[in-house]
């Protein structure tokens, strides 16, 4: 229920909204055409966005391409940093006490 208020999907929602209103009494034309599938887009990649915090969240592995997948990486680098510091500072306090 948390992520149906994601502020990606709300923006979405919203510009459909007020493109609806707009081309509501307004002919075809391809600028309106144009329109609709630039806001089928933005409604994709918000709900993609969603489904992929969703799987993040349970642990699944999301796809290399999404901005989740980004940040579990760099989460990744930055405890594979700590644990080797770690292994090297106790590898020198065991060096330091054996002299």
Do not use: C
């Amino acid at each position: 229920m948390r992520y149906l208020f994601s502020t990606g999907l709300i923006a979405a929602i919203s510009a459909g909204i007020s493109l609806l209103r707009g081309t509501r009494q307004e002919p075809i034309t391809w600028r309106a055409a144009l329109s609709w599938v630039s806001w089928g887009i933005t409604m994709a990649l918000a709900v993609g966005a969603v489904v992929d915090m969703n799987r993040e969240r349970r642990g699944v592995l999301v796809d290399a391409d999404s901005p989740q997948s980004v940040k579990k990486s760099k989460k990744a680098q930055r405890l594979q940093f700590r644990s080797q510091k770690a292994l090297a500072d106790a590898q020198g306090h065991a060096s330091d006490k054996r002299s």
